[in-house]
């Protein structure tokens, strides 16, 4: 068991993760982050829409941020948290190796899942030729031609979305996709191509994504691959504290609900990142770990200053306990010079 009792413990040291903890430690507070290593766009080779930073590999970037991190004193392990569970002071974090850890707030960063439909070759080219997001990857593969793989409602909308970047769209309904009579319109305006039948799998050579076969024999010449993935948040540890998953109104996964800044339904644990918002852009998770950060160390100072008016002291750390004794003795002060004594001992 770690003795040190942290005002918060991060799971998860992706974007929303890291920069929530700068924030938090930037504010003086003792901060450990446990990361697992296994972040969503480790298969990218790049990441894409993040001001200063655009193309650098998702190691680099989390490896920047952890040393920016660690330079204002925060503490980052290597490991897996297994459990959490609250405690009559805050809550309590277990690691895969029983290591435990304590914390007067949990901040869950874990992410996201990307479920793939079970075609061969498909998981192969995920992140290289295989793609999902226009404004990450459509500059890219631009011009190209480009296969859409049906996998739910959502594939027309993307077909219709990459023909911003390309005019080589062919929609595969892959005997999933119906689309409506509105839709075939659009399809059909924007001179998208359909084709029936199940796609049997993603053809690659040497690596690099060739094309599409279908069950029935057919090839098609394609050079990337835009795919709907399922998008399931990793919410093992907030279903552990009481928390559930909730569907996503556009059917695209399941997420674990928060206020705008990140607050669960349960009190002293928040979420940030794709856990909660399954559309963000590292650059939207990043801005959200930001804010979610202050608004715990917000959650804190209340806390504290209501200790401080109660005149006693709560388990926090010792950058904290300066802090707040400070606000005591200018309390007290306050309340004697209030009432005409002009100076008072500790």
């Not at 594939?155 to 769209?169: C, E, M, T, Y």
């Not at 707040?324 to 007290?332: C, E, N, P, Q």
Request: hydrophobic letters at 40%; a neutral charge; one cysteine or more.
């Amino acid at each position: 068991m770690d003795t040190t009792r942290y005002d918060v413990v991060i799971i998860g040291g992706g974007a929303a993760g890291l920069s929530a903890a700068t924030t938090l430690s930037r504010a003086l507070r003792s901060v450990l982050v446990i990361d697992s290593g296994v972040p969503r766009n480790a298969p990218a080779t790049g990441v894409h829409g993040y001001l200063s930073r655009d193309g650098m590999s998702p190691r680099e970037l989390l490896s920047i941020g952890r040393s920016e991190v660690l330079s204002y004193g925060a503490k980052i392990i290597d490991g897996e948290a297994v459990s959490a569970r609250q405690t009559t002071d805050g809550f309590e974090v277990m690691l895969g190796d029983a290591r435990r850890f304590s914390a007067r707030r949990l901040l869950m960063t874990t992410g996201l899942t990307d479920g793939l439909p079970p075609i061969d070759g498909l998981q192969e080219q995920w992140g290289k030729g295989v793609v999902h997001c226009p404004y990450c990857h459509g500059w890219e593969i631009r011009g190209k031609r480009i296969g859409v793989l049906g996998t739910g409602p959502m594939s027309v909308h993307q077909a219709l979305l990459f023909r911003q970047w390309s005019p080589n769209i062919i929609l595969f309904r892959n005997d999933t996709v119906e689309p409506t009579e509105e839709e075939w319109d659009r399809l059909n305006a924007r001179s998208v191509t359909v084709v029936d039948g199940a796609v049997a799998s993603v053809d690659a050579v040497n690596g690099v994504l060739t094309g599409l076969t279908l069950r029935q024999g057919s090839s098609f010449d394609i050079q990337a691959v835009a795919v709907s993935t399922r998008m399931e948040a990793r919410s093992a540890l907030l279903e552990s504290l009481g928390l559930s998953t909730q569907v996503h109104p556009m059917g695209v996964g399941r997420f674990i609900e928060t206020d705008a800044a990140g607050a669960t339904a349960v009190q002293g644990v928040y979420a940030a990142g794709n856990v909660s918002n399954l559309m963000a852009q590292v650059i939207t998770a990043a801005a959200e770990g930001v804010m979610t950060g202050a608004r715990i160390n917000a959650d804190l100072i209340e806390e504290e200053t209501r200790w401080a008016v109660e005149g006693r002291f709560g388990p926090f750390s010792a950058a904290s306990e300066a802090a707040v004794s400070t606000i005591v003795r200018g309390h007290a002060h306050h309340r004697r010079r209030a009432s005409g004594v002009s100076s008072w001992a500790p």
